[in-house]
């Protein structure tokens, strides 16, 4: 087939596919052999007409649907805000791909998926769920026969793969926002590069702002030969579309980053003209404690300096919470959007003039040796910096103010490692066991992991009972673990709430770990705030007092007001309660007994070791905590209610925060001796030795 290319084709035009009729679209908006309504809207508001042709990728809409004609796939870089996310999958179902199948977008966060949908559905005419819909965890915004375009997290498309190897319900599939490097990410290019083999109809995008496109393009590519005319990948680069960006640095550093960020947004304020405010930090607790003193700052404000619309921006809101973020602000007030790096690549807001970036990032990092798996705060990469300084020139010339020295940007690392090299493995281990990868060392990722990471992760979850010795995944609870929207640890726990009799208390508190910063201290009311929380907490631990908020939340109605006297985030709250809805439906499916431990504190501690017990640490005759495996130092978080005077000889912890120290968080109390009961096969009793 011979293909035309005519430089201004209008969005009215239609590329055509192999196999369609050149003439179908003269007679009737209806093929009258198929009976397909044709996917051109003729009611498309003007003004999104508009805008959509002065995005830069729109120059080159023709050139990628050529190119995903030809190639099975097709590598295409450009800048973030250039329009990529939001207009090939549109420029796809202008061209009639969807007939064959649905159109999926991957993101490696759920607030993407969720702002892109609902931007493409607007653009598009349609009610989002239905033509154009989302999948993340916990929320399924489709309709099965009619969504044409899906935006879905990567790690719920390798669940998919777990129902549908080989991905028949797509027709294309686009890889967005590759750059980030997430853990999933390499795990999708890795099978996406097994099921093309496979699936010859099937097309692949891959779509980033910075990329190695030659590496992609390497690992992609079938042809061994010289004959350039037989490759099965190609690369398209997008000229971007960007204002200038000045860029400011401290002539020394400061010693706290998140207090200076809010000094700069009021100095910026007080001195600039008009222009949304964007602040980088590396956490929700930081996120709060920002908008905490910028709220006061506010507060204090006169009428004629203007008002502020202060924002908070991190995973851990709702999605209307999130979304509220790209919304315009009133005439005469200024948006100010505290944010974690969520908001560095992955999604673009309106109006941002000003960036505050503090320079630092919170990574995981992981030890095979000690087994621990750290939340850690290090220096952000020149690539992150750079994408960071991007969001101020979207929509005209804007500053950047780095809260660091010009010397130390220029030490910093070119770009940030991959998850697939830093991270603790056991869910994806756990998912490629799920699609029938047995052999990890042979599958092909991009980025190979250590290979100590993989033995620790089969380790852990041979040792949570989820593979055979074979190296198999057990059947029911190995399977149903790959299944359950959870770490391996987590899903352990919640699949054997059952036969501990407390599964109602085990999805409250879960369904808590899911959110962040549940107790809010205001400036000012630190004592009366602590005087509240004290009426939650218990010996037990921090779980425990997590399942005690929630309880009380419940009893009072979910009340807002109840959440503010006793000084609770009611937006995590609310989180909470829609994720432990979700949680329970996946329970009752794997016929799993939803019951109540009815008050005994016991069974939920004992149902939590099921579950944690790795992640086991005693109080050391030093008076610092030593971790059972690779006995690593730690201690325990301020935050916790177990910081206190009196500490308790045996607990588990969640997780492990890397800043001054190594601090564990989220930790319950144990009796030793359920370690040996609930896992012989990992613990043995012994004298230690000093």
């Known amino acids: 087939m011979c293909v035309v290319i005519q430089p201004n084709m209008s969005l009215k035009s239609r590329f055509l596919k192999p196999g369609d009729d050149i003439y179908a679209e003269d007679r009737s908006d209806v093929d009258q052999t ?22 830069p990728v729109f120059t080159a809409r023709n050139h990628i649907l050529y190119l995903v004609e030809t190639y099975q796939t097709t590598i295409v870089v450009g800048e973030t805000g250039s329009g990529k996310s939001t207009q090939i999958p549109q420029y796809l179902r202008e061209a009639r791909w969807s007939v064959d199948g649905l159109i999926g977008i991957t993101q490696p966060r759920r607030v993407a998926c969720t702002t892109l949908a ?37 790690g719920l498309l390798v669940r998919e793969m777990m129902a549908d190897p080989l991905l028949r319900q797509y027709c294309v599939v686009m890889l967005d926002e590759i750059h980030e490097r997430t853990l999933y990410t390499d795990i999708v290019l890795g099978l996406m590069k097994k099921i093309l083999r496979r699936r010859k109809d099937l097309r692949l995008i891959i779509s980033s702002a910075t990329v190695d496109a030659d590496h992609l393009y390497n690992f992609f590519n079938y042809n061994t030969t010289t004959d350039k005319s037989k490759d099965t990948a190609t690369v398209l680069s997008v000229e971007g579309r960007t204002h200038p960006v000045d860029i400011s640095y401290l002539e020394e550093s400061t010693a706290d980053y998140v207090k200076c960020s809010a000094e700069t947004v009021m100095k910026i304020h007080s001195k600039h003209g008009p ?17 905490s003193l910028l709220k006061e700052y ?60 503090c320079g630092f990032v919170k990574l995981r990092w992981y030890n095979p040796s000690s087994h621990t798996d750290a939340l850690v705060v290090v220096p952000t990469s020149q690539a992150s910096a750079i994408q960071r300084a991007g969001r101020a020139g979207r929509t005209r010339s804007g500053n950047v103010y780095r ?29 490629l066991m799920a699609l029938g990868i047995e052999n990890m060392l042979r599958f092909d990722f991009p980025s190979p992991p250590p290979a100590k990471h993989l033995s620790a992760a089969l380790d852990e979850l041979f040792a ?5 010795e074979e190296g198999t995944l057990t059947k029911p609870l190995g399977q149903q673990m790959a299944e359950f929207p959870l770490p391996p640890q987590l899903a352990k726990i919640l699949l054997v709430s059952g036969d501990f009799g407390c599964s109602q208390e085990i999805l ?68 909470a309660v829609e994720i432990r809805a979700r949680m329970e439906k996946i329970l009752v499916n794997f016929s799993i007994p939803v019951t109540s431990s009815e008050g005994g504190v016991d069974a939920v501690c004992k149902c939590i070791t099921a579950g944690m017990f790795p992640n086991a640490a005693y109080l050391h005759h030093s008076g610092t905590y030593r971790t059972v495996r690779g006995n690593q130092l730690l201690c325990i978080h301020p935050s916790s209610v177990l910081y206190t005077e009196t500490q308790p ?30 896992a012989p096969h990992f613990y043995e009793k012994r004298t230690l030795q000093d």
């Open 34 to 55: 198929s009976g397909t309504t044709f996917i051109y809207n003729p009611d498309r508001s003007l003004s999104i007409e508009k805008q959509r042709q002065r995005l």
């Open 118 to 154: 609902e931007r493409v559905a607007e653009e598009c005419d349609v009610i989002l769920g239905k033509e154009v819909g989302y999948s993340i965890r916990f929320d399924d915004y489709n309709t099965p026969g009619t969504t044409q375009i899906k935006y879905v997290t990567e």
């Open 275 to 291: 222009g949304d405010v964007l602040v980088f930090l590396t956490g929700a607790e930081e996120v709060e404690t920002c908008v």
């Open 298 to 357: 506010a507060f204090s404000l006169k009428k004629n300096e203007g008002s502020l619309l202060i924002l908070p921006m991190h995973g851990a809101l709702t999605n209307s919470d999130q979304l509220r973020v790209f919304q315009f602000s009133p005439p005469g007030v200024r948006k100010v959007v505290v944010a974690t790096n969520i908001a560095e690549t992955s999604v673009t807001m309106p109006g941002i003039v000003y960036v505050v970036d």
């Open 403 to 431: 809260l660091y020295t010009e010397e130390e940007y220029n030490k910093l690392s070119e770009v940030t490692p991959p998850e697939m090299v830093r991270s603790n493995l056991s869910s994806a281990v756990l998912n």
């Open 464 to 468: 949570l009972g989820a593979l055979t």
């Open 508 to 575: 409250s508190i879960l369904a808590m770990l899911q959110v962040q910063n549940v107790f809010t201290i205001p400036r000012g009311q630190e004592c009366h705030a602590r005087a509240n929380h004290r009426s939650f907490q218990v010996n037990e631990g921090d779980l425990i007092t997590l399942l005690n908020v929630f309880t009380a939340y419940t009893k009072h109605g979910e009340s807002k007001q109840w959440c503010i006297k006793k000084f609770i985030n009611h937006r995590a709250l609310r989180r």
């Open 649 to 678: 000889q045996w607990v588990l912890f969640h997780e492990v925060l890397h800043t001054s120290q190594m601090f564990m968080r989220d930790l319950t109390v144990i009796d030793p001796t359920w370690l040996l009961e609930l």
